[in-house]
């Protein structure tokens, strides 16, 4: 049971390049979430998806696309890198009527 | 809207010491509370929870109350060790949406020095 992956852990991008992370949930939860951490920021939701097939924009939306295509894996996508949009990426999920949320180990992006 | 204020950091303690770090929040209703810790190079982990008020969460020596009256969700530890070293996250859970929304604090770095 390898709970919450992502892939990849670290990437150097130069502004203007795209690029799409992956999460993988072995869980079976309904819930899964992309969140952006910054220092002295906190977590920000970036987008969410509460099924296969659905998303919806979180707090911070803007620069990045989604998609749900199967129950276990939730990918985020940046079409035009751009140096703001340099951070740490946590994947979470949680299973449904359960309000706990369960995280990957991250993803490390830097846009030069 | 919703929000979670937490004391800044960082704080570093000795080995053995007391520990409190401040949680207060802003919502409407009754959200669910929620400290979540991270160590160094991994993702956050639930450290623990309450779902209602007066209740107490606690895991592995840490203990919060969710105190309604004065909206806040303490987070302490009697004796705290070096291994505790980590960046601690309070949280709640929108009453209305639950799962869909959950509103993080900036989060506090703990250090224990031996």
């Known amino acids: 049971n390898a709970g919450v992956t992502q892939t990849p852990k670290f990437r150097v991008l130069k502004t203007g390049q795209s690029m799409t992370l992956l999460c993988a949930q072995d869980?079976?939860?309904?819930?899964m979430y992309w969140y952006r951490q910054d220092p002295g920021m906190g977590l920000r939701l970036i987008h969410y998806s509460v099924g296969e097939g659905t998303t919806a924009k979180g707090e911070v939306p803007d620069g990045y696309n989604v998609s749900r295509l199967k129950k276990q894996n939730f990918l985020l996508g940046l079409e035009s890198a751009a140096p703001s949009q340099t951070s740490v990426y946590f994947c979470a999920s949680s299973p449904l009527l359960r309000n706990e949320q369960f995280f990957g180990p991250g993803t490390r992006l830097t846009v030069l | 809207g919703n929000s979670v204020t937490q004391m800044e950091g960082p704080v570093t303690l000795s080995e053995e010491a007391f520990l409190t770090i401040n949680c207060t929040y802003t919502?409407?209703?009754?959200?669910?509370l929620f400290w979540y810790v991270q160590y160094p190079g991994e993702g956050l982990q639930l450290l623990l929870k309450?779902?209602?008020?007066?209740d107490k969460g606690s895991n592995k020596g840490f203990e919060a109350t969710y105190r309604k009256e004065t909206t806040s969700f303490h987070l302490e530890k009697g004796s705290v060790q070096v291994s505790d070293s980590a960046v601690y996250f309070c949280?709640?859970?929108?009453?209305?949406?639950?799962?869909?929304?959950?509103?993080f604090g900036t989060g506090t770095r703990l250090t224990i020095i031996p």
């Open positions: 949280a709640l859970s929108d009453p209305y949406f639950g799962n869909e929304k959950l509103t």
């Open positions: 869980m079976n939860h309904e819930y």
């Open positions: 309450a779902t209602k008020a007066d």
């Open positions: 919502a409407t209703g009754y959200p669910s």
